[in-house]
């Protein structure tokens, strides 16, 4: 394919990575803005940023390291990216470019974007490697839908948590549903999705986002 040979030099990747880097930032914003309710919470959601890594992986055809460093770079821009948008969009303060916070979701940016970069790449390979990397994407959108079924009876929540949840519940099984292309792989594929969904659980939590 003529744009992966293109995209295998490390400066055309990396110049990808940081366009659709700043795009997924700055429309995640406008979505949340503009979007209405439930479907605006898809812009704050972790796992659509973690599958955005995945389907740049995929995208790029190119190795492992360089798929994993271009994914990381992606969520990284996307962070400051994000804020710019809300200092344009609704004059937030400047300052949360470098907060803290920022930076911290840029570390998780990293994290996220070498593991999920990988499986992208693994996704278009064979045997155990498409598998898990098929599998990832919709078990971290599983992963977060049982975060937001645990708050349902909450009354600080309303009836909010269960749509939240069914649509991640829905995303993820669309996507092993679309980007397979037998029966049998997508059975596969959801199998290895449950138990990985419950490591994303486990790792939602010990991060605070439980």
Aim: aromatic share 12%; charged share 10%; with cysteine.
């Amino acid at each position: 394919m003529r744009g992966s040979a293109v995209l295998a030099d490390r400066r055309v990747l990396t110049t990808a990575a940081v366009v659709c880097g700043f795009a997924l930032g700055f429309l995640d914003f406008v979505w949340i803005k503009f979007v209405p309710s439930p479907f605006a919470d898809l812009g704050n959601s972790s796992a659509v940023w973690a599958v955005a890594a995945f389907a740049f992986g995929w995208w790029v055809r190119t190795g492992v390291v360089r798929a994993a460093a271009a994914a990381a770079v992606l969520l990284v821009v996307a962070v400051p990216s994000y804020y710019l948008a809300a200092l344009l969009i609704q004059h937030d303060a400047l300052a949360v470019l470098w907060a803290p916070s920022s930076l911290l979701w840029m570390f998780f940016g990293i994290l996220a974007g070498v593991v999920f970069g990988i499986a992208g790449v693994w996704a278009r390979t064979s045997g155990w490697r498409l598998t898990v990397g098929a599998a990832l994407p919709a078990a971290v959108l599983f992963a977060e839908a049982a975060l937001q079924a645990g708050r349902i009876g909450d009354p600080n929540y309303g009836d909010e948590p269960v749509w939240l949840a069914v649509i991640r519940a829905v995303l993820g099984l669309l996507i092993i549903l679309v980007a397979l292309r037998s029966t049998r792989q997508r059975a596969l594929v959801l199998g290895a999705a449950v138990p990985l969904a419950l490591v994303g659980l486990g790792a939602f939590t010990l991060a605070g986002f439980a």
